[in-house]
């Protein structure tokens, strides 16, 4: 059985992934456009402004340096997660102050314009980076190898399959895995199933899960409800003759789609 | 439409963040039910969406409260020219006009809301109605959590949650319904740390109710603690008096 593996993606051709090339559906981003919308909101923050707007600026204004860090890594890189997390909050926290100066307005110029700018300071931000870190280290710099191209990612991957898995399981027929666990996975409580999901695929901590707006509890009750959560599955799983496995494609899609519903439903409703 | 290419970064940062329409997200999510290479990106995506997630806003995110204190004072300062010359009679007293943060931090305080709302000691009706209003107050929809805590009235046992709906009530410039929930509540026989919460609020409230001299009592046992809301009060004490109703 083939695991989800984020090293197919380096095998991506780079035009592959460029805006612009998608030809699903509407190929134009949307992210863009939201970014303008609430930067005049929170350049207003400052006297009384939104602060759910300032949350969501900040939000996907890291996620989109983040999306440009990671290409500019397969160039330059390599970066750890945390490195990775980092530079992208040190840069978004300067664009956020320069948004305040009025140094940096993304409602000005074009949309493209503003994307090029955040590519550009996302490469910059990692050259630094990287020269920084080859200037404090003792030895003598070093090309990265083939392999290091992407470094951060991987590690998901493996603490996913890892917190499922206690040998490698080849043979079984994926598909029918995936169904198998999706279908434990729903007899979770959505809190339990929140949690387990950001445990697994997200790799937060405990004290981060804690904090989440959809379960905020202590990281002493998320450990409980972890531990709960893989006993259940383990036992549903052997249920159907099945035992712990590396998580196949397909399976963390579905299973995002799930939560993000009821978060929706949740936010909605309130 | 058609599906041989991968998905973009752009289109995944869309999805994460929700700003795709049905079909758009439909069409998504089945292009990457059939690409592995695109999940294991969009694994990375949401990963580092829920990292955001869950991750308080960094420090200086939020504008110094004295910065914001010395831009509304000076913008003060300009409004107050301008009714000069003018000579119209402007109301400079709105519901954030003064500066003072009436917003309350939900993290340890909201793992003692659940163990309030433990089987047993709620209704599952109750339990929601915390639910939701705790992801309203998350998301600063304080409309909703006045809808959702004021009526019905909340058992008394629901300290906290009596908290947040002083907070919602003072961010939506009720100040004089933020002092009867928080009354109610008695304050002073609260735990910490919500006794200084609630006497927080209880002084943000009458002080925009106009009752400045029960607030300002009230000012100066906070400005003797220690801790968040010590510095808040101990800042709003070196500010100005405010001017009487």
């Known amino acids: ?270 | 439409m058609t599906t041989t290419a991968h998905a973009s970064d752009d289109l995944l940062i869309d999805l994460s963040a929700g700003l795709l329409d049905e079909e758009g997200r439909a069409g998504a999510l089945r292009h990457l039910r059939g690409c592995p290479a695109c999940e294991g990106r969009f694994l990375e995506v949401t990963r580092q969406a829920e990292r955001l997630s869950t991750s308080p806003l960094p420090a200086g995110l939020r504008p110094a409260a004295a910065a914001r204190w010395t831009r509304r004072a000076s913008l003060l300062a300009a409004a107050a020219a301008i009714v000069i010359v003018t000579g119209a009679s402007i109301a400079l007293r709105g519901p954030r006009a003064d500066g003072l943060d009436v917003r309350l931090p939900l993290d340890a305080e909201m793992s003692l809301t659940r163990s309030a709302l433990a089987p047993g000691a709620a209704t599952e009706t109750d339990a929601a109605r915390a639910d939701e209003a705790v992801a309203a107050y998350h998301r600063g929809d304080h409309t909703r959590v006045v809808s959702l805590l004021g009526d019905p009235p909340l058992p008394k046992r629901y300290e906290p949650l009596h908290l947040l709906l002083a907070s919602a009530l003072l961010a939506e410039g009720r100040p004089a319904d933020a002092v009867s929930v928080l009354e109610q509540l008695d304050t002073l026989t609260l735990p910490q740390p919500w006794r200084d919460r609630g006497r927080w609020l209880l002084y943000v409230a009458l002080r925009r109710d106009g009752r400045n001299d029960a607030a300002e009592s009230i000012l100066k046992e906070l400005a003797a603690s220690p801790g968040e809301i010590g510095d808040r009060a101990r800042a709003a004490a070196a500010r100005p008096a405010p001017a009487g109703p």
């Open chain 1, 1 to 270: 059985m083939r695991s989800l593996d984020i090293q197919t993606a380096r095998r991506i051709p780079a035009a592959a992934i460029e805006p612009g090339t998608l030809p699903l559906a509407d190929a134009r981003a949307r992210w863009p456009a939201r970014l303008r919308e609430l930067a005049g909101l929170v350049r207003r923050t400052g006297e009384g402004g939104d602060e759910a707007a300032l949350e969501e600026f900040w939000r996907l204004l890291n996620l989109a340096l983040h999306g440009y860090v990671r290409r500019h890594v397969r160039r330059f890189g390599p970066l750890s997660a945390d490195d990775a997390f980092d530079l992208t909050a040190d840069k978004g926290l300067d664009l956020v102050a320069r948004l305040r100066r009025g140094s940096w307005d993304p409602g000005a110029g074009t949309e493209e314009q503003m994307c090029a700018f955040l590519s550009s300071v996302a490469r910059h931000g990692v050259i630094d980076f990287i020269r920084r870190r080859r200037r404090e280290s003792a030895g003598p710099a070093r090309e990265p190898m083939t392999d290091e191209l992407i470094p951060f990612g991987r590690a998901i991957v493996a603490d996913a399959a890892q917190a499922l898995t206690t040998e490698a399981e080849t043979a079984l027929d994926g598909r029918r895995y995936a169904r198998a666990l999706l279908e434990c996975v729903q007899t979770l409580t959505p809190r339990a199933r929140l949690a387990w999901y950001l445990r697994v695929f997200s790799d937060c901590t405990a004290a981060r899960i804690a904090r989440h707006p959809g379960i905020l509890t202590s990281p002493a009750g998320v450990d409980l409800i972890l531990n709960r959560s893989r006993r259940q599955l383990r036992k549903c799983l052997a249920s159907r003759g099945l035992q712990a496995s590396p998580i196949p494609p397909g399976t963390f899609v579905a299973l995002w789609e799930r939560i993000d519903a009821e978060q929706r439903r949740k936010g909605g409703a309130a």
